[in-house]
């Protein structure tokens, strides 16, 4: 999977010019767009350090988007090698995780000094993004090895795929508060308490800009992430034989 995950990296990065900087420059570009129109739409209700804010969201849903796109295609895209050779086909889908994991680092890298930039002050917190991400990359597999099968199943998945990333994306809280946009809808916020990507934004912003999250989010996400990965794990497996047949 790592092989597989590296020989990937290193062919994109040849065919750019600008190589592992677009491993940065690509949610860099997508926080200043998103920001800059979600920014001047949400005018007083803007999170405090809206720009930390942006940024420490969209890197960090970018690794799930990615995961999730990448394994919903891993099936699919790779039909005459899965045709072709007998060897686990699970390894398809954990090592598109595995080389969107590889890309996100350079990204998260960065953040600490993006943070500095803009006036946060480093703390010893930032160093619990570590397991965090760990955590999150069980999550991201889970859910990439679930797409992975039903994209097999039914290939018109795939043109939903785009449309369910965005779905995530504007409802997770990448953008805004979701304390202040649902403050008058007490049981929408309660209902975000149980939504994981929510929880993984809200304790990565807990831990890099100091934002109070509750502490239980941890164990909420560890306990989702641990669930997709083994659910998604032999719900794939379920099908192993139908690979390469449909």
């Not at 699919?76 to 072709?84: E, P």
């Not at 990359?137 to 099968?149: D, E, P, Q, T, V």
């Not at 939504?195 to 809200?202: A, E």
Request: charged share 10%; no cysteine.
């Amino acid at each position: 999977m790592m092989t597989m995950a590296s020989y990937r990296m290193r062919s994109t990065v040849e065919e750019n010019r600008l190589g592992f900087v677009w491993f940065v420059l690509r949610p860099s570009l997508d926080a200043l767009i998103y920001g800059v129109v979600f920014g001047i739409l949400q005018g007083a209700s803007r999170p405090p350090n809206y720009v930390a804010y942006v940024v420490t969201g969209v890197f960090l849903f970018s690794f799930f988007k990615q995961s999730f796109t990448d394994g919903a295609q891993s099936i699919v895209s790779s039909r005459t090698l899965v045709q072709s050779l007998a060897f686990p086909r699970v390894t398809l889908p954990l090592s598109r995780v595995v080389e969107d994991l590889l890309g996100v680092l350079p990204a998260m890298a960065i953040l600490p000094f993006i943070l500095l930039i803009v006036h946060q002050p480093p703390r010893v917190s930032w160093l619990l993004m570590i397991p965090l991400l760990l955590i999150y990359f069980l999550f991201n597999a889970g859910m990439a090895m679930i797409a992975a099968r039903l994209t097999v199943h039914m290939r018109d998945l795939n043109q939903m795929v785009p449309v369910i990333s965005r779905v995530l994306f504007y409802s997770s809280g990448v953008l805004f508060n979701v304390n202040t946009i649902f403050k008058h809808h007490p049981k929408v916020i309660t209902l975000y308490d149980y939504h994981p990507l929510y929880q993984v934004l809200s304790i990565a912003r807990g831990l890099m800009l100091g934002n109070p999250y509750p502490l239980h989010y941890w164990l909420y996400f560890t306990a989702f992430s641990v669930v997709a990965f083994v659910g998604g794990l032999v719900f794939f497996w379920r099908a192993e034989e139908l690979y390469g047949r449909q």
